[in-house]
């Protein structure tokens, strides 16, 4: 069946360092790929998404390109910030029939140190 | 606008005892989710409503495990009777509706631990 890898953590980095966290998918058709964000003591919060391949999710100065022929979606940023700190999970969406229900990753802790 | 909504925030109970949870969706979402979050693990689904119908449920124990949304607005999950391995977070989640792009809104989640 359809799965999401995302690198595992925690991601320790220090304020204004450059941000990777690597996430790989495998689905049988084309899902649409997420990004969520669930900082402490919230509940999950969609941060970015894209529907097709190359298409670029971005928001809050993270970004995400849906790679097809690397089956990739890979989270960057530029300059993280203490505020950022908080569990990233990687997510598709399969769709069959009207579920559109979400597949997530194991989640990424990043920490990020002033 | 107000968020998804999720009662209790925390509970403990004994093995073999049963527990309900309550989630509200966001106004005039027809779309409800719950989700099991074990802990170092994703969410998974458990069961997906559009209205007052079931979409998928292929996830979920049915033996132990019970969902409803008579009203197609607010919705309970219960379990009986509780087996360590339910301890989790439950999430709800609510769309507008169940279409491939609709983005899901999650509430706060319920804590579970059970002894």
């Known amino acids: 069946g359809d799965s999401v890898t995302q690198m595992e953590g925690p991601v320790t980095l220090s304020e204004e360092a450059f941000l990777t966290i690597n996430c790989t998918y495998t689905?049988?058709?084309?899902?649409?790929l997420f990004w969520y964000v669930q900082y402490p003591g919230e509940g999950l919060q969609l941060l970015l998404k894209?529907?097709?391949?190359?298409d670029k999710g971005s928001n809050k100065g993270f970004e995400a390109t849906y790679r097809k022929e690397t089956t990739s979606f890979h989270l960057e940023k530029g300059s993280v910030q203490v505020s950022d700190s908080a569990v990233y999970f990687c997510?598709?969406?399969?769709?069959?029939?009207?579920?559109?229900?979400?597949?997530f990753g194991t989640g990424t802790l990043l920490a990020v140190q002033p | 606008e107000a968020g998804v909504a999720q009662s209790p925030r925390y509970k403990i109970i004994e093995k073999r005892q049963s527990v309900a949870f309550w989630c509200n969706p966001i106004?005039?979402?027809?779309?409800l989710y719950w989700y099991q979050q074990i802990l170092g693990q994703g969410p998974k689904l458990l069961i997906q409503?559009?209205?007052?119908?079931?979409?998928?449920d292929s996830q979920l124990p049915k033996d132990r495990f019970s969902a409803e949304r008579l009203k197609g607005v607010d919705s309970t999950l219960k379990i009986q009777p509780a087996k360590l391995e339910d301890s989790a977070v439950y999430l709800c989640?609510?769309?507008?509706?169940?279409?491939?792009?609709?983005?899901?809104?999650f509430g706060p989640g319920t804590r579970l631990t059970v002894l």
């Open positions: 989640a609510s769309s507008p509706s169940g279409s491939l792009y609709n983005e899901q809104f």
């Open positions: 689905a049988t058709g084309y899902p649409s």
């Open positions: 894209a529907t097709k391949a190359d």
């Open positions: 997510a598709l969406s399969e769709y069959g029939g009207a579920t559109n229900k979400l597949i």
């Open positions: 106004s005039g979402h027809a779309t």
């Open positions: 409503f559009q209205n007052n119908g079931v979409v998928d």
